[in-house]
DNA sequence: CAGGTAGATGAATCCTACA
DNA sequence: CTGTAGGATTCATCTACCT
């Protein structure tokens, strides 16, 4: 399956695996010649000691020496000698996809504008699955950050407007998506049991990438194949693709994998469309949000308790701080207790549960579904 | 309210707007002296066929390529002046908030990291309500990008961690927050009822933002202060700034409105505390008080492993002495241990977790306080 | 087989006071 | 400054195994 390059044609590469560093190998291919890039370049994690969760068991971080460089200047060369590339090998009307996350994406966002493409949208990944932030010192990283940009601006550019509402239960598609990170049987792994590369995609980021920005029979391009995601996805959606990867272990398993893609079916299935039950609201963004005031008191069911809300979302009552929950079990002396319908708060000398504003914020954010 | 720079201190600067381009506001502050400063920088590119320098005066006649190099370089300039005074201006611990979208948060990231912030989160605002993509070419572009970033690599910063947890119903804040963009009520009009600026931030936002990451008391500073979000949501939180704004119809506005606030009360707007900054307590403590008697045995969590309690306030176990961390972790083959809540004492034929000790050592201590 | 529980794991820039 | 040691810290999901 490896192909060798052709001046001129992608004779000889088309649905293949390059062996080869992408910025050399890339040289090699005709200009003009792609349809759609999609490249998921190492992050530069800089990540330094090891990280062990609260029940010490210790997280496994990417040491990969591809994630390694001296520095911001050496990444932004690295960077942007393969988009020059990638420049090159894209057809006029072609487009390209970078995925990353904020150790890396702002200078490839810039290296981007630089060489000459025009964003179109940034797209946020987020991980209804992501993992924690164990020590508490941060916001749970929970997404990551795709750039969709055309060549040059006022280029014609591919997007299937449509398709991408009707994947959305027929309202426009936005620019976040929630999609889980790629686990269970989709996640490949190899002799040992170990996960046989650090950082596979899930599937269904490329459907929705592939199917919404190129046409059947595109030829896609991903100059950081790794395990072959994009190739398995692309062959699934019947369009091209052409993988280049440095490692042989990677490209074995990749090839095995494609191999094993059925083309077509994968049109015939209906899009994951992971529903919630009940969206949860914080209490907390009730006060954010200003429906309630922090200072403002709440009164209990049967107004014999009162509580103070403070800003952080959480309340003051008699002896006792904590949640909405908590507080009205403690004052009650329940073991628990639904805060939601528990407490009231004052409007025009009436007693209105809480539950309403709740009501309220739901409504709004099932319009965002 | 406007108020004048002086060299040394913040003195006359403190809950003001000060009238002037910020950078050259910021060069008379002085150094070290801001808590955290929450920027939103304009978005200045080629918006509407238009192009604008920083200073918001047209680029005209230019040709369209020379055009957008001389856009980004510009822009790169203008952001990279900015941000160094920011630097300057802002503690050792101190952190700053960049809020942008695709046109522009590339570059800012980038520049921040050049200049030697150390980024700790990008936070993504997912709009409830943004506006759609009338043209159905691109995804609906419903986000925005925050990055919040410390002073530099390793720098000590201020997270409210356990508050933003209880904002968000006991669970970890995430990097993606859902909230309304600033309509109805909130937003400020001018006398033809027209909106008064063009991108008036949520206080919702600015209410995560600084609840976060400062402290009551905190300075927080704002050089694109616009309308005085920043402002107004720093003193309701009880929390100092500073507004910079150019366009003195926005400084009267936000004057107006800054005076209309009222600050939530002292109680309201302290949070969740942490384990952390509760005060230390020696294990031999407890022996001492005579809440454990040396000879005594401990059981570890599961009841595998015993220890013995020596006068001294360390533990014996099998083929190991030391604290009650050290010995825990020997014990269980670990790389750490919390000895508080992994050792239980008997009483009454009940493993009780020795923390139950501690928690009581500690009350004792806040009542003689 | 259904249902419940325990264990594993994911692109991670993940501590800090005190000697 | 560095080194040492106390002790704080996790969510959603999938697999394996047990009753």
Redesign the interface.
Known sequence: MAGTAVAGTLDGVLDSIIAGDCIEVMRRLPAASVDLVFADPPYNLQLKGEL?RPD?SRVEGVTEAWDRFAG?ADYDRFTRAWLAEVRRILKPHGAIWVIG???N??????A???A?FW??????W?KAN?M??FR????????E?L??ASRE?GARYT?H?EA?KALNDGV?????WLLPICTGHERIKDADGQKAHPTQKPEALLHRVILATTNPGDVVLDPFFGTGTTGAVARMLGRHFIGIEREPAYRRIAEERIARVRPFEAESITVQGSKRAEP??????L????LL???EELWSLGGRHKA???????L?GRDV?G?IHQVGAHLEGAPSCNGWTYWHFRRDGCLIPIDVLRQQIRA??A??H
């Open positions: 062990h010490n911001f996350s904020y150790h994406i702002f200078r490839v966002g810039a981007l504008q630089d000459g964003i179109l949208n940034d797209v946020i987020r992501p924690p932030n508490g010192k941060r916001f749970t990283n929970a997404h950050t750039i969709w601006e997007f407007y991408l426009q598609m936005r620019s976040d949860r609201v914080a209490f907390g963004t006060v954010e949000r200003g005031r922090p200072g103070k809300v403070r800003a952080d979302g959480t003051v701080t949640s709004e954010m319009a965002t």
